[in-house]
C-alpha cells in the first residue's frame, strides 16, 4: 500500500475517532453547538495535508486536536 493513503486513511479514521469523542464529551453537557471547534480542527488538518502532503503536516493534527480540545474544556467546564 502506498505510504501517501495508508497516511490519509490513518488521518481520517483518528479524525472521526476525535469528533466522535467530542460528540460523547458535549452530548451529556447540551453544548451541541460547540462541535464547530473539533470539526473545524478535523478539517483544517485535512485541508492542510490535501495541500502539502507530509510529516510536518501530519504533526499539525494532533497539536490543532490538543488546542481544539483544551478549548472544549475551557467553555464547558465552570471554574468557580
Given at each position: 500500500m502506498n505510504p501517501y493513503t495508508l497516511?490519509?486513511?490513518?488521518?481520517l479514521l483518528f479524525?472521526?475517532?476525535?469528533?466522535?469523542?467530542?460528540?460523547s464529551f458535549l452530548r451529556p453537557r447540551n453544548r451541541?453547538?460547540?462541535m464547530?471547534?473539533?470539526g473545524g480542527a478535523v478539517a483544517l488538518s485535512y485541508l492542510l495535508f490535501a495541500l502539502f502532503?507530509?510529516?510536518?503536516?501530519l504533526l499539525?493534527?494532533?497539536i490543532?486536536?490538543?488546542l481544539a480540545?483544551?478549548?472544549l474544556l475551557r467553555l464547558t467546564t465552570s471554574h468557580k
Open positions: 497516511a490519509w486513511i490513518l488521518l479524525g472521526l475517532i476525535n469528533l466522535g469523542m467530542a460528540w451541541l453547538n460547540l464547530w471547534l473539533p502532503p507530509g510529516a510536518l503536516t499539525a493534527f494532533p490543532l486536536q490538543t480540545f483544551q478549548a
